[in-house]
């Protein structure tokens, strides 16, 4: 699949990527979510060399209910089964834990190799998520900025520290 820079798509990360990134920052999500690996949106931004991600997790009105959609740390993403259906939330893009990656360390998903259950769902996502792109890269960008250019308590505890994993991901070592 050739990918071209202007377009979202979905990633996986390997695990030890994402362990050596825990290491660097504790708020980085672990690379299960419901006993499958995660999916990571990207490349949200470019900043300098560096590429961000950002995780996607399952929305669970129990745990993501009070979140409005103007929150800046998040973006939900919205689907329905049929046309005529009211729109239902599906899932969370976890702004507030976005990172820098290495590209031998990330995997485009294709869709066709995943379970049909699942495969429908990640479409409905995918087409949300392109539809609106635009507004899910400003909303990362506008949160990279807060976070390492304002000293703004509530981001700052919500939010991987972007500036140390800029400084400290390319120690990875393969």
């Not at 996607?56 to 919205?78: L, P, R, V, W």
């Not at 390492?148 to 509530?154: G, L, V």
Request: some cysteine; hydrophobic content about 30%.
């Amino acid at each position: 699949m050739e990918l071209k820079e202007s377009k979202l798509y979905f990633f996986r990360v390997t695990d030890r990527y994402i362990s050596f990134l825990q290491n660097i920052d504790g708020k980085i999500m672990n690379n299960r979510n419901e006993n499958r690996e995660r999916i990571y949106l990207g490349i949200l931004f470019t900043i300098g060399r560096h590429q961000y991600y950002a995780p996607i997790t399952s929305y669970k009105e129990d745990k993501h209910g009070n979140i409005k959609n103007s929150d800046q740390t998040c973006f939900i993403i919205y689907g329905k089964d049929r046309e005529e259906d009211e729109p239902k939330k599906l899932a969370l893009i976890n702004l507030n834990n976005m990172f820098p990656v290495i590209q031998s360390e990330i995997f485009v998903i294709e869709f066709d190799k995943e379970e049909e259950k699942y495969k429908d769902l990640l479409e409905k996502e995918y087409r949300f998520v392109t539809s609106n792109q635009d507004k899910i890269i400003r909303r990362a960008l506008k949160l990279h900025e807060l976070r390492t250019k304002k000293n703004i308590q509530k981001i700052n505890r919500l939010c991987c520290d972007f500036t140390k994993l800029e400084e400290e991901y390319v120690k990875f070592v393969k």
